[in-house]
């Protein structure tokens, strides 16, 4: 689609008139009229006003012309993934996992291998293929190429360091040893916990960046431990392997 017809349906879709989005983003109800006839298209600035309005990327504003690929995992972006700023904007070059809230995730190449890999084997793809096509796709990635000048010369991997010493100190029997923290966001981390009154009650955002880990029980079985962190808290967990019936373990307050 051009951008006349995408700021035409955002608009619609999200139940705006012309002058309820003019009003939003300080422009005349005139200017909004001639973007959606195409007389001509909003400046820079606007555009990531849009984009903050309709949560939505600049690329997508502009009818998708472009084809984004994280810049630090390679995998294709979409709107519901890319990452955003502390502010809330959208940062297009990354995806969610790889850049939460200004912070870069991964300081290791290996490490953010490890964690893609198993979720790119399939009928198709074997593990050995998929580490060597990893191997040989993020060192051609903006982020790996530009590290020195990008990376935060290991602050966020001394955070998380201190975390893991901080979980391992807990000493929770069953549960191995936590030797990892990787960004989690989305389903996987919307834990909840049932109350003896039988309500529930959500512990974590499903659009919040946490760091954390699945780990299967030392002693064997279906149960599992989520641990999961940020820098306020540390929250520990079982559940069955397939994420179903999470019990509260332990929620410590950082």
């Known amino acids: 689609m051009e951008t006349k017809d995408v700021l035409y349906e955002l608009r619609t879709r999200n139940g705006l008139s012309q002058d309820e989005l003019a009003e939003k983003i300080f422009v005349t109800r005139q200017a909004v009229s001639r973007w959606e006839t195409g007389e001509t298209v909003p400046n820079t600035e606007t555009l990531k006003l849009l984009s903050k309005q309709f949560n939505v990327s600049i690329n997508t504003l502009l009818g998708s012309p472009h084809k984004l690929v994280c810049q630090c995992c390679g995998m294709p972006l979409e709107d519901e993934i890319i990452s955003r700023e502390k502010d809330g904007t959208l940062n297009e ?22 964690v893609c890999v198993p979720h790119m084997v399939n009928e198709d793809i074997t593990e050995e293929q998929a580490r060597a096509y990893m191997k040989q796709l993020l060192p051609t990635l903006d982020y790996w190429k530009r590290f020195d000048e990008l990376g935060d010369n290991g602050e966020f991997e001394a955070f998380k360091q201190q975390l893991i010493a901080e979980i391992n100190a807990l000493d929770i029997e069953g549960m191995p040893k936590v030797e990892t923290l990787n960004a989690l ?24 960046t946490y760091l954390g880990n699945q780990l299967e029980c030392e002693f064997g079985g279906d149960r599992c431990f989520g641990v999961l962190a940020n820098m306020d808290f540390i929250l520990i967990c079982t559940y069955g392997k397939d994420g179903a019936d999470p019990e509260l373990v332990l929620y410590k307050k950082r």
């Open 93 to 114: 070059d990354y995806c969610k996992w790889c850049y939460a809230d200004g912070t870069y995730t991964y300081s290791s190449m290996d490490n953010l291998i490890d």
């Open 185 to 208: 966001v989305g389903s996987y981390v919307n834990l909840a916990y049932r109350l003896p009154s039988g309500m529930t009650a959500k512990f974590l955002d499903d659009q919040t």
